[in-house]
């Protein structure tokens, strides 16, 4: 029997690399970066079984970037943001975002806020970006939550306190090489098949994702079981 791929994560990384190989500034690799998003989103909306694809797109730890690199990516998002708008109602696309957002400028925020309500009912497909999100962050979050909600402390209670408010992940791809989590969905990778790839992320395509996928279908999920 073949797997089925729901939730689909992503830690798109190797941006900066693309850009310098090609004597470019690190930016212009955040940009190209920014179009692959779009085509693997659109692939990912028209795939029979995915129901939600959650990007990395912000570490907690990002934050250590040069101030100008860190800026940079927050004007990108929240131009993204509104470009893709047209988009996610055309393609019936959900947008939610996770992560803590607090840090953030009040217009980003803003923006984050629309795009979430515009596409609130929004059903082919959930598009989540991780920002300013780190696993641990997240989790430590969850239980301060859980504490004060009163609740018994159990895996149930505390996952639903969580940001992500969906199933776990069943497959992880990360490109440009690198393969480590960097403090990404530490409680939903639990079970998570892991894919890693050297293509760095602006030039990845739908179609090496479907590679991806198919090799995924055919491992053997044994999730502690025989
Ligand atoms: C991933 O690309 C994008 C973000 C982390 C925002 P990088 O910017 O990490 O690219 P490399 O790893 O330096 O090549
Ligand atoms: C992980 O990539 C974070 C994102 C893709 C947003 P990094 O490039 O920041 O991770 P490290 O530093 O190589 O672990
Ligand atoms: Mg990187």
């Known amino acids: 029997m073949s797997n089925e791929l729901k939730h689909l994560a992503i830690i798109m990384d190797g941006n900066g690399r693309w850009a310098e190989q090609k004597g470019l500034r690190r930016t212009k690799g955040h940009e ?3 179009e692959t998003v779009r085509a693997i989103t659109t692939y990912c909306a ?3 079984t995915i129901e939600s694809v959650t990007y990395y797109a912000f570490s907690t730890e990002n934050w250590k970037r040069p101030k100008h690199e860190v ?4 004007k990108l998002l929240e131009k993204y943001l509104k470009n893709e708008l047209d988009t996610y109602r055309r393609e019936s696309i959900r947008f939610f975002a996770i992560g803590d957002l607090s840090r953030f400028s009040d217009s980003l925020r803003e923006r984050i806020a629309f795009t979430q309500e515009e596409t609130a009912g929004n059903d082919r497909l959930t598009h989540v970006l991780a920002l300013n999100y780190g696993g641990r962050d997240e989790i ?4 301060r939550k859980l504490i004060q909600s009163g609740e018994e402390m159990n895996e149930e209670n505390l996952g639903r ?3 992500t408010p969906y199933s776990d992940v069943d497959l992880l791809v990360r490109t440009s090489g690198e393969q480590r989590l960097s403090n990404y969905l530490l409680w939903q990778l639990s079970y998570s ?3 890693f790839t050297d293509t760095l992320w602006p030039d990845f395509t ?12 055919a491992r053997n999920r044994r999730f502690g079981g025989i």
């Open 32 to 34: 190209a970066g920014a």
């Open 71 to 74: 800026e940079f990516l927050m």
């Open 46 to 48: 028209a795939h029979p």
């Open 140 to 143: 430590v979050r969850a239980a």
């Open 206 to 217: 739908p179609e090496e994702l479907e590679r991806i996928i198919e090799e995924f279908s």
């Open 193 to 195: 098949e892991l894919a």
């Open 161 to 163: 306190h969580l940001d």
